[in-house]
Structures are given as structure tokens and as C-alpha cells.
């Protein structure tokens, strides 16, 4: 656990950058500082690997005060993340990941077969060992940062906005991972950002700081979006905080009914016998995986690729509500698709079905505010 | 042409003595450079002291730095010493520019990376910041080893035998052939001296070969 006690940072020339900064990233959990530029995220990022000195107040690492403990040893137990990499230009991807396993003395072949093992876990092939960084593209560099930072197998990892260097399709991707790769390694993260989408999607509990280096507010995502504490907390998270709230409410208690299909290549009489008078059919592909909409009534001979309305998204039926709204709303049906996680059709929902368990549900979980003073700092 | 064959060995004697009073000063210079230029950037107030004083060294006459110098070092007028410590003073001034700025062009993100994986500040200058001003380094180092050949020609004025005694003796004779022999050799040996540094930048260069990914 990392518990920031009541710390401040002022510079020389009257700048204060965190000003009574009093917080804890409990041990194996995700913590992002998310704030706008000024907040003060980044310096209290560095603050814990004393890249930065607190001009007062302590920080400690499971109990035990960082400000005595040596700043290089210290570092080599917290891995480090920041935006494009910071990889070494003049290093090999292996030699890059095998940066601080070879700093604490582990023998140089050992310290490469680790690398090339976390090199295929973070999904990279092996071929791209002998390559140097500007070899890459950004996203293979961004996953060669976060294997260096992992080399070592630190309890913690401090990351600064690691991913927002990258375009947005990538991004999600490198998130998915991560988050992934959490599931495993069970990591205490500190994780800054000043993208409020990516801090509810990857948090476990976030830190919204305003400028001024000032806590805000500190809650779990879902309490975050269902009970700001003041308005910039409100209108930093932005709009459709009910509509993204729902990413975190389970979709297992809409009810799903049975939707009749037929298999792509389908003749057009079978298709419509089988809609038997319904405006649009769902098609599904040989394996029974959704893969567009038709109507009926406008089909050619068979049913063909190029009669399929692609507009609905698909939801994992074990996905969140706002999946299975979405899935609904976009639908030309209206009727929401729904796969197991395999991809293969389980069935529909309609958006009044998903919002009748929406309904249901905002009684007993963090959809309603159950007090007005239930968040904030402790 | 003829001249030149009759003397070749003169020649040859005097081009080695040449290369040796240019590349000694060139390896000297740069050890010296190297510190200088760490401090210039490790902290920014010397910089400019640093590279204003470097800069006013270059500018002293070359002749008249060498007959200073033997009054400085106390050595005999004719000690190739002279011209070696001399010219590593010009080395220096041209190289802690380009060592401080090689320096300063190591990305800020590589340098807090190396900072935050737990790697102190010697080791850092030496694994990652000097390979990575390499590249600005080798270009500086081009222009003093060029600039080394020519001005040890300047030596033969204070009776210093190399490739510049060609152009003493030439003119004390009215005689073209060993001038632009001389002229010759000096330019081979600053192209020589220019292809080493380049393929040696290039040798401990890897990363900046092949080509990049999209």
C-alpha cells in the first residue's frame, strides 16, 4: 500500500503544484489521478519514486517511510511507464526490457530469456527482440515500456498517461490488455491520466484532482459517476455519466428472449416464412454467430452479404447493461443482440426490458445516491 | 610529380609526424571535452561561462599560441609538445560546444526513464546519455580533426618538421612542387582522418541504421 500523508509541493517561485494531498493506493488495486493539466498528477506520481521531494508530509510504501530509503533502490522496485515508452533508443527490445533485471545483478542470459518471455506475454513476437525502438510502431513500443517495467517483477507500478500517445483503436487494445495483465499479476498501480473515459475504465478506485494539487474527489468509477462530489468533479466527469454508469451495473438479470434467424445463403421464401411478417430478420453465419440484419420483404433471391444492415452492435450477455442498452438502441429492430462469450447468439433484449432491470437494480447498488455525504476524502 | 617520387620517404616521414600531431591533440581534446561538456549541461549556469570562454580560446592566433607555449610550458622551442598541447586547446574549445550540446539532445523522456528505472547519474552519463549524443559528438569531432591538419602546418614557421615544412621550403626556394605536394597530403589526411571518425560513429551506432516502422 502507498499512503500519501498530507503532502505538499511548492516551488522556489511560489508554485504549488499538490497541496495537502492525503491518499492511499491499497495494495494490488488500480489508482488513477486524473485532473486537468496543473492538478499536480504527475508530481505526486514522482513524488513516490523521489524523481520529486515533498516540500512536507510523508509518503510510505507499506509502512515504511520512503524519505530515509535509497532513491535507485527504491526505483528498481517500482516499475515505470510513461508516455511513448521512454524506451532506450540505442537498445535492443530485449536489452530494453532487460534494463533493471541486469541492474540488480541477475546474469545476463537469465536476465534475457525473462525478456523474451514477458515479449510474448505482452503479445509481441519474438522476432522483434533484435530490433531497436524506432523499428516499432507506437503501440509495439508502448507494450515493450510496459514489459521493461514488469522485468523485474515489482510489487508496484507508477505509469504516466502511458497510453495517450497512441491513436484511439490501439488505445483500447492496450488498455483490454492491461487490464488483463492486472488480472494476473496483481500489481499496485498508480496510474495517471488526464482522460476521464480511460480513469473509469481502468480504475478500481480514482483520484480527481483540480488544479492546484487538490483532492477532489476519491471513489470507486461507479460512485464517481453516480455521486460527484461538486461541480467540477460533475463536469469534469462530463455528460452521459448515467448512460456510462451503466458499464458498471452486471446484464445477467435482463430477461433474453428467443429470436428467430436464418443462416446466411438462406433462399428468400424460407427467410420470410421463417420472419413469418416481422420487418427485419436477424442472420446468423454457419458457427450461429450474429452477423447482420435483413428485411425481409427486400431480399433478392438468397440472402447475401450486401443485404445486411450492420448498424447494431453486439453485447456479451455477460457484459454490463449499458452493452445490452446500447445493443438495443442500435439495432434496426430495436431488438438488442446478445452473445455468449463465445460470440455465438444467445438471444434479444429489448431496451424497455434493459431499462425495467436498470430500474430494478438503482434500490440496491451504487446507482442512487444512498446519502449525500456518503464520498469524498476520508 | 617527380619531385614527389625522389622524396618520397621525406614525405611519408613527414605526413606521420603530421597525422601524429593532429589525431594526439583530437583524442586528448575530446577526454577533455567530454567532462566539460557534462558540466555545461549538468548545470546550466557554467554553460555559458563554459562555452564563451571555448569559444574566445579558439580565436587566439594559432602562431602566436605557439610560441607562447614553449614560454607557458617551459619546454625547448622545438618540443613537439608545443604544438600538442596547443592544438588539444583548440580541440577542447571546439568540442565542449558540441559534447554539451550532444548532451542536451538526449530526449528529456530517455533521461527520466534511465532516472526512474533506478539508474544513477554516473552510470546513466555513461550507458545512456554519451552513447546517445554520439551521433552530435562525431559530427564536432569532423570539424577539429580537419581543422588539426590544417593548423599543424602553422607549426613549420616555428621550425616543427611536418607537412607544413613542405610549404616553408617551397617558398624559401620559389619552387611549386613540394607545396602542392604538401597541399595533396594535407587534404588526404583530413579526408583519412574524416572517413575513420564517420565509420567509427557509425560502428557504435546501430540503432540508427535499418529502416523505421510506420
Not at chain 1, 267 to 282: H, N, T
Not at chain 1, 299 to 310: C, I, K, M, P, T
Not at chain 2, 52 to 81: E, K
Not at chain 2, 133 to 141: C, H, K, R
Request: hydrophobic share 50%; glycine share 10%.
Amino acid at each position: 500500500m502507498i499512503r500519501f500523508s498530507d503532502v505538499r509541493k511548492t516551488y522556489p517561485d511560489g508554485t504549488v503544484a499538490v497541496d495537502g494531498l492525503t491518499l492511499e493506493a491499497p495494495t494490488g488495486q488500480i489508482t488513477v489521478l486524473v485532473g486537468p493539466s496543473g492538478c499536480g498528477k504527475t508530481t505526486s506520481l514522482r513524488m513516490i519514486n523521489k524523481m520529486i521531494e515533498p516540500t512536507s508530509g510523508s509518503i510510505t510504501v507499506d509502512g515504511r517511510d520512503i524519505s530515509g530509503m535509497n532513491a535507485d533502490e527504491l526505483r528498481r522496485g517500482m516499475g515505470y511507464v510513461i508516455q511513448s515508452g521512454g524506451l532506450f533508443p540505442h537498445r535492443t527490445v530485449l536489452d530494453n526490457i532487460a534494463t533493471v533485471p541486469l541492474l540488480l545483478g541477475v546474469p545476463k542470459t537469465q536476465a534475457r530469456a525473462s525478456a523474451m518471455e514477458l515479449l510474448e506475454r505482452m503479445g509481441l513476437s519474438t522476432s522483434l527482440a533484435k530490433r531497436y525502438p524506432n523499428q516499432l510502431s507506437g503501440g509495439q513500443q508502448q507494450r515493450v515500456g510496459v514489459a521493461r517495467a514488469l522485468a523485474a517483477d515489482p510489487p508496484i507500478m507508477l505509469m504516466d498517461e502511458p497510453f495517450s500517445a497512441v491513436d484511439p483503436q490501439v488505445r483500447e487494445q492496450l488498455q483490454d490488455e492491461f487490464l488483463r495483465l492486472q488480472g494476473e499479476l496483481g500489481k499496485t498501480i498508480v496510474f495517471v491520466t488526464h482522460d476521464i473515459d480511460e480513469a473509469v475504465k481502468l480504475g478500481d478506485q480514482v483520484a480527481v484532482l483540480r488544479v492546484g494539487g487538490t483532492l477532489a474527489q476519491l471513489a470507486s468509477p461507479e460512485r464517481l459517476l453516480a455521486d460527484p462530489a461538486d461541480d467540477f468533479v460533475a463536469d469534469f466527469l462530463g455528460r452521459d455519466r448515467g448512460y456510462r454508469g451503466l458499464a458498471f451495473a452486471p446484464g445477467g438479470s435482463v430477461p433474453i428472449g428467443t429470436e428467430p434467424t436464418v443462416v446466411l445463403g438462406t433462399s428468400s421464401d424460407a427467410a420470410r416464412s421463417v420472419a413469418s411478417g416481422a420487418a427485419w430478420l436477424l442472420i446468423v453465419d454457419e458457427a450461429g454467430a450474429p452477423v447482420g440484419w435483413v428485411e425481409p420483404a427486400r431480399l433478392g433471391a438468397r440472402v447475401e452479404r450486401s443485404d445486411l444492415h450492420r448498424g447494431g452492435t453486439v453485447a456479451r450477455a455477460s457484459g454490463s447493461l449499458r452493452a445490452a442498452l446500447d445493443a438495443a438502441l442500435s439495432a434496426p429492430s430495436r431488438r438488442g443482440v446478445l452473445t455468449d462469450d463465445a460470440g455465438r447468439l444467445i438471444g434479444t433484449v429489448s431496451a424497455h426490458d434493459v431499462l425495467a432491470a436498470i430500474e430494478g437494480a438503482g434500490g440496491s447498488a451504487d446507482g442512487t445516491p444512498a446519502s449525500s455525504n456518503g464520498d469524498g476524502a476520508p | 610529380m617527380t619531385w614527389f617520387l625522389d622524396h618520397l620517404a621525406q614525405v611519408g616521414g613527414l605526413l606521420v609526424t603530421h597525422a601524429y600531431l593532429a589525431v594526439v591533440p583530437l583524442v586528448v581534446g575530446l577526454a577533455l571535452a567530454v567532462p566539460l561538456g557534462w558540466l555545461a549541461t549538468r548545470f546550466p549556469r557554467l554553460y555559458t561561462p563554459l562555452i564563451t570562454a571555448s569559444g574566445l580560446l579558439y580565436t587566439i592566433p594559432s602562431l602566436a599560441l605557439f610560441v607562447l607555449m614553449p614560454l607557458v610550458l617551459g619546454l625547448g622551442i622545438l618540443n613537439p609538445l608545443n604544438v600538442i598541447v596547443a592544438l588539444t586547446l583548440y580541440t577542447v574549445a571546439l568540442l565542449v560546444r558540441t559534447v554539451a550540446d550532444g548532451l542536451s539532445s538526449v530526449p528529456e523522456q530517455v533521461r527520466q526513464a534511465a532516472t526512474a528505472m533506478g539508474i544513477g547519474p554516473v552510470r546513466r552519463f555513461v550507458t545512456v546519455e554519451l552513447p546517445l549524443a554520439v551521433p552530435v559528438i562525431a559530427a564536432g569531432l569532423r570539424v577539429a580533426a580537419v581543422s588539426n591538419v590544417s593548423i599543424v602546418s602553422v607549426a613549420a614557421l616555428i621550425g616543427i618538421a611536418q607537412l607544413g615544412s613542405l610549404f616553408t621550403d617551397g617558398f624559401a626556394r620559389d619552387f611549386l612542387d613540394p607545396i602542392v605536394v604538401g597541399i595533396v597530403a594535407c587534404i588526404v589526411l583530413a579526408l583519412i582522418l574524416d572517413l575513420a571518425i564517420v565509420a567509427l560513429a557509425r560502428a557504435v551506432t546501430p540503432w540508427l541504421r535499418g529502416g523505421r516502422a510506420g
